[in-house]
């Protein structure tokens, strides 16, 4: 069984424009990305149990850098840049679109991607382009359908298995799941695909705990002091 993360413990390191700017590859990045209305602040402040571990502002597109938050030793959520519905420049938009694919495609401790999309506009062309890249790079994607609350059961259910049966399109790693903010659906699934791709951290602690019981027995300690006579 895999370890489970406190999420509550998760807090701000640093903003960066560009994967150049963000700190050296160590432990494990997973990274949220989704268009600039799709709820993607509202839904990490909802994993983390914080209401305002990342800004949610009125104005969808205002978020323009890389986020990056440590959840644990070696375990952190990078929030990507919206996209997709901004009201910005057209080279703008440009500068983050290839700052996206940048990072998808060269950061190499990036472990994961979750894709957040409203469930009453999934799929869009941009969300797809994401997806695929993710794919060329052999991550695994969780995509969210977000917002799933404004739906009634049925429809609900009914546009997850339409979307389930369309991500089979994209081959590779790719799971769809329902999440809401407000009514916390689809939270405990969040966690545990986290937990899951965050593993490998736990692991290596471990097995560097067991070498370091096995060099101990190997080579004991020694009393170093001389016995007098």
Not at 102 to 107: A, F, N
Not at 111 to 121: E, S, Y
Request: glycine fraction near 6%.
């Amino acid at each position: 069984m895999n370890p489970s993360l406190n999420y509550r413990n998760t807090h701000f390191i640093t903003s960066a424009p560009d994967i150049r700017h963000l700190p050296p590859d160590t432990g494990i990045e997973v990274a949220f990305a989704g268009r600039s209305n799709a709820g993607k602040s509202s839904s990490i402040n909802r994993l983390c149990d914080h209401k305002s571990l990342v800004k949610v502002s009125k104005t969808p597109g205002r978020t323009q850098l890389i986020n990056l938050f440590k959840v644990d030793e070696g375990c952190h959520i990078v929030d990507l840049p919206g996209y997709g519905f901004a009201q910005v420049p057209l080279e703008m938009k440009k500068k983050w679109q290839q700052s996206l694919g940048e990072y998808l495609q060269k950061r190499e401790q990036l472990k994961g991607l979750v894709v957040l999309m409203d469930i009453r506009h999934p799929l869009r062309e941009l969300d797809q382009q994401i997806i695929f890249w993710a794919v060329d790079s052999n991550l695994p994607v969780l995509a969210l359908l977000t917002k799933c609350d404004k739906l009634k059961s049925g429809a609900r259910k009914a546009e997850l298995t339409k979307v389930r049966a369309a991500a089979v399109d994209f081959g590779g790693n790719v799971e769809v799941e329902l999440y809401s903010s407000l009514k916390g659906i689809g939270v405990d699934k969040l966690r545990k695909k986290l937990d899951s791709w965050y593993f490998p951290v736990f692991e290596t602690d471990v097995e560097t705990a067991d070498d370091a019981l096995i060099d101990a027995d190997a080579n004991p300690a020694t009393d170093t002091g001389e016995a007098s006579e």
